[in-house]
């Protein structure tokens, strides 16, 4: 976050917030089980915040062409009620503000837009109020925005966008800082296709219902996974990670969650010598990650970009090999 004091009288803070991507574990972790989540640092939004604007009480977001006027209440978009939302959590209803807003992360992408939205503007309007928060604080502003428009969110996405560091995330208890031993890098493709968490994850609401037996075996499967990984993570054991990629996205999968394109996608990045690769985020549409040595970026970039890959981003996750006394996130209890 910084501040600065722009010329004349207008005074502009700014809040900033990155992307995520989910490792291991989504879905299974609205069920209660363990997920590991990264944050994606290339990746941000950035609200601007102004404190003498000439239209107070407006939020403009010009990368999305959307316009929010506080006052409207009439304006039921999911922005204007996380906007709503927060500024009332601050106590800012009858303050001057405007908000400017710009985003790299693609909305519906399973790379946490929403929640890194609300943590930018949260940021920032705390910043503009000389407001201190911490991580915890903050990931428990932003889940209350969650639960808006994401029904029963795990509260994953909030936890790693306010500490920025790779979690271990289990509902109900602090998410862990996760020690990477060493670093590794993915390779992210887009399919192109929007999708929105709140629906894919009530079809795998609608499936657990009809079939909780079945859905229960996966989702323990899908835990085993995660702690495996979380394993191999602190061990630094990387190349391992590969084939647990693929052993849960089949799992995803078995669920109802890949698609046409996600499969095009992950077998694409297999095919060109991706150690594994799976969906990440809710699915159906959206994002899937690679994991790759750096030997294969170019051939799985290329081959993801000929499957149809309407982008690709190549991110490395920094080793992070702090004491475990200082690994606990303290965040909040939900539970
Ligand atoms: C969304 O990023 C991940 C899901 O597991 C939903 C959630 O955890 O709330 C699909």
Request: proline share 5%.
């Given at each position: 976050m910084e501040e600065t004091l722009a010329t004349g009288t207008r005074r502009t803070v700014t809040g900033e917030a990155c992307a995520k991507a989910i490792l291991f574990g989504e879905h299974a972790v609205v069920y209660h089980r363990p997920a590991i989540a990264v944050p994606i640092r290339q990746l941000k939004v950035t609200a601007t915040v102004n404190l003498d604007p000439d239209e107070p009480g407006v939020l403009v977001a010009t990368d999305i062409n959307r316009r929010v006027v506080f006052s409207d209440e009439e304006n039921q978009t999911s922005l204007a009620r996380v906007l709503r939302l927060v500024v009332s959590m601050l106590g800012m209803e009858d303050l001057p503000w405007s908000i400017e807003l710009t985003s790299r992360i693609p909305i519906g992408g399973g790379m946490g837009s929403s929640a890194a939205v609300a943590t930018a503007i949260l940021r920032a309007l705390a910043a503009a109020l000389g407001r201190e928060f911490t991580p915890a604080e903050i990931s428990e502003m932003v889940y209350r925005t969650e639960q808006?428009?994401?029904?029963?969110?795990?509260?994953?996405?909030?936890?790693?966008?306010?500490?920025?560091?790779?979690?271990?995330?289990?509902?109900?208890?602090?998410?862990?800082?996760?020690?990477?031993?060493?670093?590794?890098?993915?390779?992210?493709?887009?399919?192109?296709?929007?999708?929105?968490?709140?629906?894919?994850?009530?079809?795998?609401?609608?499936?657990?219902?009809?079939?909780?037996?079945?859905?229960?075996?996966?989702?323990?499967?899908?835990?085993?996974?995660?702690?495996?990984?979380?394993?191999?993570?602190?061990?630094?054991?990387?190349?391992?990670?590969?084939?647990?990629?693929?052993?849960?996205?089949?799992?995803?999968?078995?669920?109802?969650?890949?698609?046409?394109?996600?499969?095009?996608?992950?077998?694409?990045?297999?095919?060109?010598?991706?150690?594994?690769?799976?969906?990440?985020?809710?699915?159906?549409?959206?994002?899937?990650?690679?994991?790759?040595?750096?030997d294969r970026i170019e051939a799985v970039k290329n081959a993801l970009?000929?499957?149809?890959?309407?982008?690709?981003?190549?991110?490395?996750?920094?080793?992070?090999?702090?004491?475990?006394?200082n690994r606990s996130a303290r965040l909040h209890r939900r539970g």
């Open positions: 808006l428009y994401h029904g029963s969110p795990s509260g994953i996405d909030n936890a790693v966008i306010a500490l920025e560091k790779p979690i271990w995330f289990l509902y109900g208890t602090e998410p862990e800082i996760l020690k990477v031993q060493r670093p590794f890098t993915l390779v992210l493709g887009h399919t192109g296709r929007h999708s929105p968490t709140r629906e894919v994850v009530a079809s795998v609401r609608y499936g657990w219902r009809d079939n909780p037996e079945r859905y229960e075996v996966i989702f323990d499967e899908i835990a085993s996974i995660v702690r495996q990984a979380r394993h191999i993570l602190e061990r630094g054991q990387i190349e391992r990670l590969g084939d647990l990629m693929d052993k849960n996205h089949n799992l995803l999968k078995s669920m109802g969650v890949s698609s046409g394109p996600l499969e095009r996608l992950v077998q694409a990045a297999r095919n060109a010598g991706a150690l594994g690769a799976k969906l990440t985020g809710a699915g159906r549409g959206g994002m899937m990650i690679a994991l790759v040595t750096q970009l000929s499957a149809r890959g309407k982008s690709v981003l190549v991110t490395t996750i920094g080793a992070n090999v702090e004491p475990r006394s």
